[in-house]
């Protein structure tokens, strides 16, 4: 790290734990969008649909200004700062991240995002996919008269599962899911146009069962004539969010709370997505193989090796001993980079492979 800053000594860790206290946080969206605009430049392709969701980084301190939250891993509320992130469906790489939320507020974090996205290319996202818990019927009224599509559940009640189990036999219809993994591929749906409280005109609901669950799904969204069964097969593609998510959690460590202080948890946050987005590029550069791979996967094979540097007056040279993954870099044509560093006094950077 002392390297890539141009240091020629570590900084103390003292030093390292308080880089938050000295950066404004109205830079923060700024920083975003230089960011995943130099990640477009490098060749990270830019999707239309995003899957949006929050999670909870617990706080176990005391005596700290934070709220509670419901923590989904621990099915229970607990003290923590939510955070809002929004993950792009194509290229699985989170492209927001928001960790200042206060619960008043989080209702609203669709329409920010929105706004975020249209400052940033100059258009609207082309789909947002969310669970009933994100926002509100309101909202999802707002997200309409925008012309943003949407796709999210909507809460059972007890009444809702009645009026369905009186339906007939005739009024449902058995689909078949195409390229999804999973045991229960012939659900049955029953597609409707209703009524919400607070949406103005009609939104289609799509009534699913025979999934593996208990209980029917209900889907709501506003796009009239897609057919059902590719608004299904998306929709379950959204659980991808969940699983990059959880290995966040696991590798970036996004659970371990550097402080009590949103503002703080809010560039460590912005900093895991920057970190996110890079090893997303090297997996679409290594080929199909890495392309969809979890970060802890590419840092085994590529990351975590032994190497030997070289600094010359004109010249960094990093030479890599033997490994089985080699290849893949070689093809990836990663020993003929020659790229002056600017912070490096332009000394180029070149890799040797044993």
Known sequence: ???????????????????????????YPRMMRRWFDAMANLGLDQGTSFDLDFHT???????????????????????????????DASTRVFCYGNADVRKEDQNDEILKF????????????????FDSKLTTYANLNKLNQLGAQFMTLRRRSRKMLQQVRSEPVSSWRR???????????????????IDLKDYDGPIR???????GHEDPTFLLTNQMTRSARKLIQRYAER??????????????????????????????????LMASS????????????????????????????TAT?????????????????????????????????????????QFVFG
């Open 57 to 87: 980084i617990p706080f176990h301190g005391e005596e700290a200004l934070v709220e509670k939250h419901y923590v989904s891993k621990r099915s229970r509320r607990q003290k923590g700062v939510l955070a809002f992130v929004a993950q």
């Open 114 to 129: 929105i706004d975020y996205w249209k400052e940033r290319t100059g258009h609207l996202p082309g789909e947002l996919i």
């Open 175 to 193: 689909i078949e899911l195409e390229s999804v993994s999973r045991i229960y591929k012939t659900p049955r749906i029953l597609d409707s146009t």
């Open 1 to 27: 790290m002392a390297l890539f800053a141009g240091l020629n000594i570590i900084p103390k860790r003292a030093f390292q734990t308080e880089y938050s206290c000295r950066v404004d946080p109205r830079s």
């Open 205 to 211: 609901q799509i009534v699913i069962t025979d999934l």
């Open 309 to 349: 540097v070289i600094i010359t007056k004109k010249e960094i040279i990093v030479k890599f001993q033997k490994r089985a993954c080699n290849p893949f870099l070689i093809a990836a044509d990663y020993e003929n980079i020659d790229v002056p560093i600017p912070w490096l006094g332009r000394k180029k950077l």
């Open 239 to 272: 659980m991808i969010i969940e699983n990059n998510i959880a290995d966040g959690i696991d590798f970036f460590h996004m659970d371990a709370l550097s402080s009590a202080v949103a503002m703080k948890v809010n560039l460590d946050l912005q900093l895991t």
């Open 278 to 305: 890079l090893y997303r590029l090297l997996g679409s550069k290594l080929g199909s193989r890495y392309q969809k791979a979890k970060s802890r996967h590419i840092f085994r094979d590529f990351i975590d090796a």
